[in-house]
């Protein structure tokens, strides 16, 4: 609707509105949050909801300056089959800030709110972390191999603390994101990894197969989220200013079979998931590729 703006112009009113949104349902949340606090469980989980359409509705906003502001023309596939009423691990490459945005973009309101694993120290953070705490993100304590090897009777302690975290997750449905690759892609970092895939970074098996087994059996399907930018990849910036033009999300539903589940610490299910994952990293390649093919021809 905006879209005659300049670019600086436009990065800087959406940004505004942004700061001034989050800022705005993080009132209500903290209040929420603190009515969540007595030991309930009927009474926490009324909360939960409400806590909820909070989120629901802060992204609602976001997708509206978004909309307010730039003119994107979306390619999305694969939403037919999605639920409100599932529990989804979200898997995605990840090449940007926008990336999130993206992603809030196209399942808000679609499946569950989108929640994403948390080291357990950044519930500490002012404000924020109480507001993570009180929408349910889960917190994770990862314990490094030297740490384990001086420390053995902490093995498995990682897991347990974060199944304990998930265990509110059987009782409302849930959508837990992981970016598998680790870090945003880059031509230099492809380089530095020596990367087999030609648009893709390494995928982490041990983070995913963390989740799985932490909640493996509340989360009943896999979501295989392919990010495309066909003009190139965008700054958090450009994508809040206007210059992207287009976006296309692909999505792939893989159910969650007991295959997929085990103790990463074991040897022959540690390389059976590796197998899994590096397959399902190929054909991701393969997507990115022939969306590029496309393009040009």
């Known amino acids: 609707m905006l879209h005659f703006l300049p670019s600086p ?6 940004l505004l509105l942004y700061i001034v949104n989050t800022l705005f349902w993080c009132i209500p949340i903290m209040l929420l949050a603190i009515l969540k606090l007595p030991p309930i469980t009927r009474w926490q989980s009324w909360m939960t909801y409400l806590l909820d359409a909070c989120a629901v509705a802060w992204i609602s906003v976001n997708n509206f300056t978004t909309r307010l502001f730039t003119r994107i023309r979306w390619q999305i596939s694969g939403l037919e089959t999605l639920s409100l009423k599932d529990w989804y691990l979200v898997l ?23 929640k994403f694993f948390l080291k357990k120290e950044l519930i500490y953070v002012p404000f924020i972390g109480m507001c993570w705490w009180a ?38 449905p849930a959508a837990i994101m992981n970016f598998v ?22 995928p982490k098996a041990g983070g995913m197969a963390f989740v799985l087994g932490a909640m493996g059996d509340q989360l009943h399907k ?18 809040i200013s206007g210059k992207v033009r287009d976006i296309t999300v692909q999505i792939r539903v893989i159910p969650i079979t ?16 590796q197998q899994w994952i590096n397959q399902l990293w190929q054909h991701k390649d393969q997507q990115l590729t022939a969306l590029k093919q496309r393009e040009k021809q």
């Open 9 to 14: 112009l436009t990065g800087m009113l959406s």
């Open 181 to 202: 690759e680790g870090t945003r892609f880059t031509p230099e970092k492809h380089r530095q990894q020596q990367s087999p895939y030609q648009n893709l970074l390494k």
């Open 258 to 273: 007991p295959e997929l589940l085990g103790d990463y610490n074991d040897s022959q299910y540690r390389e059976r998931f």
């Open 92 to 114: 995605a490459n990840h090449q940007s800030w926008a990336d999130i945005l993206v992603l809030q973009k196209v399942f808000n309101r679609n499946i569950p709110f989108i």
């Open 222 to 239: 896999i979501l295989d989220i392919t990010i495309h930018y066909p003009k190139g990849i965008p700054s958090f910036w450009d994508y």
């Open 135 to 172: 929408l349910d993100f889960p917190f994770m304590k990862r314990y490094s191999k030297s740490f384990l090897q001086k420390n053995p009777h902490l093995q498995g302690k990682d897991i347990e603390t974060t199944r304990k975290a998930c265990h509110k997750f059987r009782f409302k």
